[in-house]
């Protein structure tokens, strides 16, 4: 038997002639069969000049795939030579399997060259560096087309520098990267593409293992069994707005103009900025698939000052802010805005808030609790609280053209020394301008329910049951 690509996007993999392939999602899509065949393929059209690399975080993890690949391989004629830790093919073809733990790992691979590099599990990378740094050994004197492949699942200390870089741009797009040669000023592109796995593009293996899914189910917390199902890359381990979910994000409408409108702002220069502008439900209202209940906060539009790098600001100065703020809201009447208080701080000069007032744009200073006094709901429990809603629906929502939030805010996660706040190493701008806006319509804890009345045989077992008791249990001697 040889081996095949199934219908669909292990056919697309396989094919695919872009420079980086990163093909991730569902667990058990048949991913690493992908790349182990697509090498097949390659061995068979170049030969000695077909050189590959396979590899994964972990030694250990590696020996499935070797077991797999000797079934794959066998029929071509490769052998494999465990000495060498790799596939042998008859016409000269090789390919290397290794682990790959660390940064200084990666520099151990400086000088060898390699017509096709696979990475599997990207996501268990925690960084990009050691990765990208084995790219520079894609080269081929013999003149075989050079590909980076990559294949991983959502979850992982990797998933969002993986989401960011692959799955954000769009599935199925070829994005061109344009690169100018230092030496002689020619330019060159790279080009790079995300194929999106799913269980049910596997058929094979449902088939063949009714069980699967059961036992997957069975394999982790309900969010990440359905990242690894649907390959769904907003659900993942540990969010810090762990009730995120679909119903919290909705289709544009127009705000009618009754409703309250709030401009929230964080002000960032070198790091992004970001201004949201949200509506007031007034009265609860329904719309297609979600109700909103009275009081939810419907962010409508968003601006985020960013180079295009994540977590790179725009370097705009406060009076360019101030206009692009202008432009965005011409013609809307802002019930008030609200800003982080940084702005208001005066160092020598004018302050960024006083610079941005000359140009007509007013904030007021926002109250910057992050995390709550004992019992009082504040700062990111406001913001969390908002996200979980009642049972009438969602307390906070934004359309589905805020992108950036819906980039940036449902990936954060937990401080790991101080839980109760978020990681501020990742991109958390956004999340804080959304802070500043539901700190000033805080939600009121729900009152403790009112004791039911009692009956009078309840206040008498109340009063005076245990001493009955206690009396007959006494013993008449
Ligand atoms: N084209 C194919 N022909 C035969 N079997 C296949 C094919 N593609 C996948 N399979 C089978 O489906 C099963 C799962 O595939 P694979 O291990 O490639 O999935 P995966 O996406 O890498 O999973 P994980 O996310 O767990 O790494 C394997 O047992 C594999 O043998
Ligand atoms: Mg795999």
């Not at 209202?285 to 962010?299: E, I, N």
């Not at 992050?370 to 908002?386: E, K, N, P, T």
């Amino acid at each position: 038997m040889t081996w095949e690509p199934q219908e669909g996007p292990q056919t697309a993999f396989v094919k695919s002639e872009v420079f980086e392939v990163v093909y991730g999602g569902a667990r058990g899509g048949g991913k690493t069969d992908a790349a182990l065949g697509d090498f097949l393929r390659h061995a068979e059209d170049y030969g000695p000049a077909a050189r590959g690399l396979l590899v994964r975080r972990q030694r250990v993890a590696l020996e499935p795939t070797i077991a797999r690949a000797r079934k794959i391989y066998r029929p071509a004629g490769a052998k494999w030579a465990e000495a060498k830790s790799r596939f042998e093919w008859p016409n000269g073809a090789v390919l290397y399997f290794r682990y790959l733990d660390n940064d200084a790992d990666a520099d151990l691979y400086q000088g060898h060259d390699y017509s096709r590099v696979y990475v599997e599990e990207l996501t268990q990378f925690p960084s990009p560096a050691p990765v990208d740094k084995l790219k520079a050994t894609l080269r081929s004197a013999l003149g075989a087309p050079c590909g980076f492949r990559a294949t991983c699942n959502p979850g992982g200390p990797g998933h969002n520098w993986v989401k960011t870089r692959y799955i954000d741009p769009g599935p199925w797009r070829t994005i061109i990267e344009p690169f100018r040669n230092p030496f002689d000023g020619s330019t060159a592109s790279l080009t790079r593409k995300f194929i999106p796995a799913r269980l049910a593009d596997n058929p094979k293996l449902l088939a063949n293992d009714p069980g699967y899914i059961p036992r997957l189910q069975q394999s982790g917390s309900a969010e990440l069994v359905r990242a690894w199902l649907e390959g769904d890359w907003n659900v993942i381990q540990g969010a810090f707005f762990d009730k995120w979910s679909n119903r919290n994000i909705v289709a544009p409408f127009a705000i009618p103009h009754d409703w309250l409108r709030i401009r929230a702002f964080d002000w960032g220069y070198a790091a992004p900025f970001s201004v949201g502008w949200w509506a007031v439900v007034p009265e609860a209202v329904r719309l297609p698939g979600v109700r909103l209940p009275r009081g939810a906060l419907v962010r409508y539009r968003e601006w985020y000052g960013t180079s295009g790098r994540p977590g790179e600001g725009a370097r705009m100065e406060a009076e360019a802010v101030a206009r692009g703020i202008l432009d965005r809201e011409a013609g809307e009447k802002i019930g008030y805005p609200v800003a982080d208080p940084s702005i208001f701080s005066e160092d020598g000069g004018p302050s960024l808030a006083e610079r941005m007032r000359r140009c007509g744009v007013m904030f007021r200073r926002a109250d910057n609790t992050r995390v709550g006094r004992a019992g009082a709901l504040s700062g990111w429990d406001q913001m969390r609280a908002r996200i979980a809603g009642t049972e009438e629906g969602p307390m906070l929502v934004v359309f589905d053209t805020c992108r950036d939030f819906i980039r940036t805010v449902p990936v954060l996660q937990h401080d790991r020394m101080r839980l109760e706040d978020l990681d501020t190493t990742a991109e958390d701008h956004i999340a804080d301008e959304t802070r500043y806006a539901c700190l000033t319509r805080p939600l009121l804890p729900k009152p403790e329910p009112e004791p039911a009345a009692l009956t009078a045989d309840q206040r008498w077992e109340r009063d005076w049951g245990p001493r009955r008791r206690a009396v007959e249990s006494w013993k008449v001697i």
